[in-house]
Nanobody, 125 residues
Framework: QVQLVESGGGLVQAGGSLRLSCAAS????????MGWFRQAPGKEREFVAG????????YYAESVKGRFTIYRDNAKNTVYLQMVSLKPEDTAVYYC??????????????????WGQGTQVTVSS
């Protein structure tokens, strides 16, 4: 089982940028597809972005397409989420997650096998 630790969250003004990191340890990171999800207070956890094991395929929620970029560095066992043009509605706890199927393009949280503890992102208006 892979262990995941997110970092990089914080408070930013609308229009600003943040880069989230998710560091993995344990089983071979490069064998997992990865995803970012978020959960705002009172709402269900929602898919944000995903990337296959080698980084060849990325996919995004419509709400973040063109503003967020997911990428990974398998040599560093890390997946990133670069966020620009942030909006107050992006405020949430952001989680990274690992999926055993290397080529998955799943957007369903229940499909993912391991989760980090989350990092808070707050966007002020």
């Amino acid at each position: 089982q892979v262990q995941l630790v997110e970092s990089g969250g914080g408070l930013v003004q609308a229009g600003g940028s943040l880069r989230l990191s998710c560091a993995a340890s344990g089983r071979a990171f490069c064998t997992y597809a990865m995803g970012w999800f978020r959960q705002a207070p009172g709402k269900e956890r929602e898919f944000v972005a995903g990337i296959t094991w080698g980084g060849g395929t990325t996919y995004y929620a419509e709400s973040v397409k063109g503003r967020f970029t997911i990428y990974r560095d398998n040599a560093k066992n890390t997946v990133y989420l670069q966020m620009v043009s942030l909006k107050p509605e992006d405020t949430a706890v952001y989680y990274c997650a690992a999926h055993r199927r290397q080529h998955t393009t799943s957007r369903a949280a229940l499909d993912y096998d391991a989760w980090g503890q989350g990092t808070q992102v707050t966007v002020s208006s």
